[in-house]
């Protein structure tokens, strides 16, 4: 998105990519959110980049549509499980595959396959926690992020959180999706047509002012006293908070 003067920030509602297991929890198995923020991290820092799918998750029309660019995915291979067997062995054979270089790892829907029924509790457990466990060891040694996706609280996406080193929340809005992260301020939300931007974007724009009464700061007076010309026609804002 092109900023509209060259003293606007950028409005953005996606969590900054950070070396180690990173998990992107929401409430429901989709890849929309995913797909997202996979897609931003990789147009970041273009090149090899590797996602284990479960669930459908990497859908080729999702992916594209979330890409930045189309050069985002030059460097993505993906492949798919459909058992907790297959994905444990897709997860098994990272460390073969993603070398040094390697930009991220994706690995979707890490619980599902987990709870579907296909292999015995005991052994559907084990097999997930050395996967987790692998993926922590894989991150450091690659020093960069690997993004997990689980939906839902079962036992299986708990172990999975409670093992990250950061948790990003996804949560369905009237605003569209949000990105909930201790080190993340969103500064918009994409909806139809451009952003739906928020006070900390206002006041990143044009800073606090002082409230008369209280003598503080008031980010929500900042946003509504001022009136900024409207974001241009490429950035799709509307200029509410």
């Not at 980010?219 to 804002?237: K, N, R």
């Amino acid at each position: 998105m092109r900023r509209a003067t060259d003293d606007r920030p950028t409005p953005t509602d996606l969590p900054d990519p950070q070396s180690g297991v990173t998990v992107l929890h929401s409430d429901r198995p989709h890849g929309a959110a995913l797909a997202r923020l996979a897609t931003d991290w990789l147009a970041r820092d273009p090149g090899p980049a590797y996602w284990v799918d479960a669930g459908g998750a990497a859908d080729t029309r999702r992916l594209y549509d979330a890409a930045p660019t189309r050069r985002a995915l030059a460097g993505l291979r993906v492949a798919r499980a459909f058992t907790a067997y297959q994905h444990a062995e897709l997860v098994r054979r990272l460390p073969r595959r993603a070398r040094p270089g390697t930009r991220l790892v994706v690995v979707a829907n890490a619980a599902l396959p987990y709870r579907e029924g296909d292999a015995p509790t005991d052994e559907a457990g084990r097999l997930r926690a050395a996967g987790t466990a692998l993926l922590d060891e894989l991150a450091t040694a690659l020093d960069c992020p690997v993004l997990v996706s689980v939906a839902g609280d079962g036992d299986h996406a708990a172990a999975v959180v409670d093992a990250a080193d950061r948790v990003v929340e996804c949560e369905t809005t009237p605003f569209g999706v949000r990105f909930d992260a201790p080190d993340h301020t969103p500064r918009g939300y994409r909806v139809a047509g451009g952003w739906q931007t928020t006070i900390p974007y206002w006041v990143d724009l044009f800073g606090a002012v002082a409230d008369a009464d209280a003598g503080v700061a008031t980010p929500a007076a900042t946003a509504a006293a001022a009136t900024p010309a409207p974001l241009d026609a490429t950035a799709g804002g509307d200029g509410g908070a």
